[in-house]
């Protein structure tokens, strides 16, 4: 299951998780057109993969989509948790409503998500719980206060879960990425100055595409990952290592 799969970095990633032949739900709230031509586009491809929607502040309609998934495709051993908003206020420009909405769904979901995929993957004898992080969860952002709080709960959520359910063979890594061209970041990186701006920031000379992010999540997902969990996968083009 990846959450927000119908665009940007989660449709990446199933795209390269359904090449290699994972079963797939991507789960989105809006873009249900967006949904059903990747879903379209996986099964012509030979891939399995069907759109499910989903508000993943809501635990009902977690539970309705991982009961789906499982009936479609009899088991649940993957699950990234890629669904985010983004915003830039500051501290003193976050209104309340404006924190708690960041929070339910970079925040909340990813609990959620989470809560309704361990029994499944408990019964599936293990699994993969991948959650995107980002940078803001690292270190701290001179434009945004609700974000960067929401990823660096992920963080440490993913480490959590990593150790308590490490028993049951569930394993769960958050991925960290820097500035990545995505209908997110569309608009800031039209304007020529922000882009300057993020470029001079990124070492590696590049403003990240959703496929580096797709080959990190390829990893934690198979099993040559097998030994790695409460992991941190950075991928910033050196952001975070100045
Ligand atoms: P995007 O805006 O292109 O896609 C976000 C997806 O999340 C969409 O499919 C949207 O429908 C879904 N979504 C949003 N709210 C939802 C909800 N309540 N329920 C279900 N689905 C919901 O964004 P993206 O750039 O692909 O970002 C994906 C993830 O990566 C986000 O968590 C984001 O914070 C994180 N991230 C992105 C960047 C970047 O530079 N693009 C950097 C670091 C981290």
Known sequence: MITGGSRGLGRRIAEALGREGCAISICARDEEDEGRQVEAEINEQGGECLFLRLDVTSEANWQDVVAATVERFGKLDILVNNAGIYRTETVEETSEEL???VMDINGKGVFLGTKAAIPE?????GGSIINISSVAGLVGS???AAYGSSKGAVRIFTKATAIQYAGDKIRANSIHPGIIETPMTAHML???EQYQYRLGRTPIGRIGRPEDVAFGAL???SD???FVT???LVIDGGRTAM
Do not use: H, P
Request: charged letters at 30%; hydrophobic letters at 40%.
């Open 99 to 101: 924190w708690d909405l």
């Open 121 to 125: 993957m408990r019964k599936a004898g």
């Open 142 to 144: 001179e434009m945004s």
């Open 190 to 192: 039209a304007d020529a």
């Open 219 to 221: 990893y934690l997902a």
């Open 224 to 226: 040559e990952s097998s």
């Open 230 to 232: 409460g992991s941190e």
